[in-house]
């Protein structure tokens, strides 16, 4: 006798915008609009950062990979959520969500320890500016890189496994618009105290660590800010730090509510709106942060149009 698959749900079925049936339209072109101005912004960013030689830096080079990550997990969720608007049934297969899931988180957590390698590169830019360029290396600077896609690669093959290995046989009506990691434990038959203990300690792990590094780094920054005599210098000190914290905020504010309380707490339409903002709206925003409050990017992306405008002969 052929063994019956203990999973026994083979799709799911998103409901996150069922109840919006006559704005779904409307959605899809605001989205739609974000998404592709979100692409084109990213896309300007990096091939600034890779033309123009004096953004050949650390700082920008982290800013870069941080584009790169941005523009990969919105790739992975908002074309499915844009094609969803427009189905008649918004459903993904069992191992489509298994695939979307574990590439959001392995994304989304490399973002994580990547914008605590941001601060710690801020933090030696302003406390040892004398040795910065020698220690932020290449070699440092790629390392930093690879140990930020590697713990997020651990991070997302544990939770993926812990989570598709349990069973669903009750219901595959997932009220949200991705495969995340809540409403999915929700549609299992049961979820094991384990399997949410061990995904809750590997959420500590991936947002309080980093942001405990990022905290750190930033009392030694302000110290040694407060320590310049001319009210100028605290300025430029500070404002190339401003961009970093305002991005640090909103992720890590948004991923905390989400991914650090009790399971007991889940509201599907609360962390719907949440998810919409930390996967569509703050990729589109932290590119504009980033270039339109750094006169140094500006003059680097108005010389780069100048190179394309009139290539030298």
Same mark, same amino acid.
């Given at each position: 006798?052929?063994? $019956?698959?203990?999973?026994? $749900?083979?799709?799911?079925?998103?409901?996150? #915008?069922?109840?919006?049936?006559?704005?779904?339209?409307?959605? #899809?072109?605001?989205?739609?609009?974000?998404?592709?101005?979100?692409?084109?912004?990213? *896309?300007?960013?990096?091939?600034? &950062?890779?033309?123009?030689? *004096?953004?050949?830096?650390?700082? !920008?080079?982290?800013? *870069?990979?941080?584009?790169?990550?941005?523009?990969? !997990?919105?790739?992975?969720?908002?074309? @499915?959520?844009?094609?969803?608007?427009?189905?008649? @049934?918004?459903?993904?297969?069992?191992?489509?969500?298994?695939?979307?899931? #574990?590439?959001?988180?392995?994304?989304?957590?490399?973002h994580s320890f990547?914008? *605590?390698?941001?601060?710690?590169?801020?933090?030696?830019?302003?406390?040892?500016?004398?040795? !910065?360029?020698?220690?932020?290396?290449?070699?440092?600077?790629?390392?930093?890189v690879a140990v930020a896609c590697a713990c997020g690669f651990t991070v997302a093959q544990i939770i993926t496994s812990l989570v598709c290995h349990l069973p669903f046989h009750s219901s595959n009506r997932l009220h949200h618009f991705f495969c995340d990691i809540s409403p999915v434990l929700k549609l299992a038959s049961h979820h094991p105290n384990f399997s949410q203990l061990v995904i809750f300690m590997l959420g500590v792990f991936v947002l309080v660590i980093p942001l405990l590094l990022i905290l750190i780094s930033y009392i030694r920054i302000i110290s040694a800010i407060m @320590? &310049?005599?001319?009210?100028?210098?605290?300025? @430029?000190?500070?404002?190339?730090?401003?961009?970093?914290?305002?991005?640090?905020? $909103?992720?890590?504010?948004?991923?905390?509510f989400i991914y650090l309380r009790p399971k007991s707490n889940y509201s599907s339409s609360l962390d719907s709106l949440i998810s919409v903002s930390y996967t569509i709206l703050t990729p589109l925003f932290n590119p504009m942060i980033y270039s339109l409050r750094n006169k140094e990017f500006k003059s680097a992306f108005r010389r780069v149009m100048g190179q394309i405008s009139y290539p030298a002969h």
């Open positions: 006798m052929e063994q $019956v698959n203990e999973t026994s $749900v083979r799709e799911f079925i998103f409901l996150c #915008f069922s109840s919006l049936a006559g704005l779904q339209q409307l959605l #899809f072109v605001v989205f739609l609009l974000v998404y592709l101005f979100t692409l084109g912004t990213n *896309a300007i960013i990096i091939s600034t &950062i890779v033309l123009d030689r *004096a953004l050949h830096t650390p700082m !920008y080079f982290f800013l *870069a990979v941080l584009s790169c990550f941005e523009t990969c !997990y919105t790739f992975v969720i908002v074309p @499915k959520m844009l094609v969803d608007l427009l189905a008649q @049934k918004e459903t993904i297969s069992f191992l489509g969500c298994t695939i979307q899931m #574990f590439t959001f988180l392995f994304l989304g957590c490399s990547l914008l *605590a390698a941001m601060g710690y590169d801020r933090y030696l830019a302003i406390c040892n500016p004398l040795r !910065y360029t020698v220690i932020m290396g290449p070699g440092v600077c790629g390392g930093l @320590k &310049i005599s001319s009210t100028v210098g605290r300025y @430029k000190a500070f404002s190339t730090c401003g961009s970093h914290l305002i991005v640090v905020t $909103v992720y890590y504010g948004c991923a905390s």
